[in-house]
Structures are given as structure tokens and as C-alpha cells.
């Protein structure tokens, strides 16, 4: 089993930047591939950016492509997601996932990841 918690959430004007990190514990000693997803209010939650275990690969939803920057540090167990120029439809709640994989590999689907953190809210307000 392997525990996820979120951290660096908040309130934020547009145009702003925050940083989350999420640190792994429990079985950390394997292989994970790391992404974060978020929801909106009423929304369905949705991909926002991934990474391999390796932290060679990255992938980014169009929607913050250029303006987040996801990476990882596997010393500490602990995956970040740099975010820019934040825009008031960035406003959700932002969950990391861990994925068990043998393969240097970047994963975009919810069904795809193993453990998931609790979440934290991100605010934008204009």
C-alpha cells in the first residue's frame, strides 16, 4: 500500500503561481508513475499532467501545457506540480495518483493509477 498526501493548496489571484507537492509513503521502494488530476465543482475530475517513475517523460493536458510543470523527486517520494499564470478556470480540487509500473511510461487515465491522494483546493479568484 502506498499513502499519497497533498499539500500547498490555497487561495490565489489569476495570474498568480502555486507549487503542490505530494508525498508518497508506505511501499515507496517500487516502481510509480505519478499524475495529477483535478475537479471542478460539478465537473468530472479530468488529467492535468503525468510523469514517469523516472521523471524522463512528462505529459500535459492542452489546458495547462506551457503553464505547469510537473516533476519529481524520488530521494524524497515526493511528485510537484509547479503551476503558472493561474486562471480562474484552474480553480478545482487537485488529487496526485500513483501507478505500480515496471515501465518508463506516462499515464493520462483515472482507471490506469492504483492510490490516490485526498485532495487539495486550489482557488483563482479574478
Known amino acids: 500500500q502506498v499513502q499519497l498526501v497533498e499539500s500547498g493548496g490555497g487561495l490565489v489571484q489569476a495570474g498568480g503561481s502555486l507549487t503542490f507537492s505530494c508525498a508518497a509513503s508506505?511501499?515507496?521502494?517500487?516502481?510509480?508513475?505519478m499524475g495529477w488530476f483535478r475537479q471542478a465543482p460539478g465537473k468530472e475530475r479530468e488529467f492535468v499532467a503525468a510523469i514517469s517513475w523516472s521523471g524522463g517523460s512528462t505529459v500535459y493536458a492542452d489546458s495547462v501545457k506551457g503553464r505547469f510543470i510537473i516533476s519529481r523527486d524520488n530521494a524524497k517520494s515526493t511528485v510537484y506540480l509547479q503551476m503558472n499564470s493561474l486562471k480562474v478556470e484552474d480553480t478545482a480540487v487537485y488529487y496526485c495518483?500513483?501507478?505500480?509500473?515496471?515501465?518508463?511510461?506516462?499515464?493520462?487515465?483515472?482507471?490506469?493509477?492504483?492510490?490516490w491522494g485526498q485532495g487539495t483546493q486550489v482557488t483563482v479568484s479574478s
Open positions: 508506505g511501499r515507496t521502494g517500487s516502481r510509480y508513475a
Open positions: 495518483a500513483a501507478k505500480t509500473t515496471y515501465y518508463s511510461s506516462v499515464y493520462r487515465g483515472i482507471s490506469d493509477y492504483d492510490y
